[in-house]
T-cell receptor
Framework: QQQVKQSPQSLIVQKGGISIINCAYE??????FPWYQQFPGKGPALLIA?????SEKKEGRFTISFNKSAKQFSLHIMDSQPGDSATYFC????????????FGTGTRLTIIP | DGGITQSPKYLFRKEGQNVTLSCEQN?????MYWYRQDPGQGLRLIYY???????QKGDIAEGYSVSREKKESFPLTVTSAQKNPTAFYLC????????????????FGPGTRLTVL
């Protein structure tokens, strides 16, 4: 079964610090890697996504780093804020994003003052 | 105000009963999905539908059934055959890009938390 492995399961970061969440995949056919953010009691929402033709994508304080040879990608949250406290899911799909998504197991991020 | 609505927010079921979870969207999306979320297991796909009157099994379809009679609606029935139905259920939708199966960005509803007593 296609898998996306996500770590850590939970993460505590001080306000202003950098939060880093890592994902690894096995299927070399994957070609679209989104990150979803989920607040308690809510549905996930797309945060940022990357295709493997670039090694990095930045949107505001959120950056995806992508290492195609290692089959790994990570989410970096710069200047982490209490409002960033949420569960983050990485995901992967193939056919340029047109197949069903395979999700990681999630990381619960807590930003402390 | 476009979006996806799920009802009810909380649902309690006795063992042996079938229950139906509602999902409605007014985004004019062709594709709709049902996921199950359990602690530490991420989101697992139950069923998905790309077009009215057609749907496909996901990774964990056993014990569930769906229908897609209208573009806006994709109800999920949790049957008594589902051995461990207590979970958070999420419905999502996305556009379909012509010539491809399913689009990438999925829009999620607020979820239904089902508890079996």
């Amino acid at each position: 079964q296609q898998q996306v492995k996500q770590s850590p399961q939970s993460l505590i970061v001080q306000k202003g610090g950098i939060s880093i969440i890592n994902c690894a995949y096995e299927n070399t056919a994957f070609d679209y890697f989104p990150w979803y953010q989920q607040f308690p009691g809510k549905g996930p929402a797309l945060l940022i996504a990357i295709r493997p033709d670039v090694s990095e994508k930045k949107e505001g304080r959120f950056t995806i780093s992508f290492n195609k040879s290692a089959k790994q990608f990570s989410l970096h949250i710069m200047d982490s804020q209490p409002g960033d406290s949420a569960t983050y899911f990485c995901a992967a799909t193939s056919n340029f994003g047109n197949e069903k998504l395979t999700f990681g197991t999630g990381t619960r991020l807590t930003i402390i003052p | 105000d476009g979006g996806i609505t799920q009802s009810p927010k909380y649902l309690f079921r006795k063992e042996g009963q079938n229950v139906t979870l509602s999902c409605e969207q007014n985004l004019n999306h062709d594709a709709m999905y049902w996921y199950r979320q359990d602690p530490g297991q991420g989101l697992r796909l139950i069923y998905y539908s790309q077009i009215v009157n057609d749907f496909q099994k996901g990774d964990i379809a056993e014990g569930y059934s769906v229908s897609r009679e209208k573009k806006e609606s994709f109800p999920l029935t949790v049957t008594s055959a589902q051995k461990n139905p207590t979970a958070f259920y999420l419905c999502a939708s996305s556009i379909v890009v012509p010539g491809h199966l399913i689009s990438s960005e999925q829009f999620f509803g607020p979820g239904t938390r089902l508890t079996v007593l």
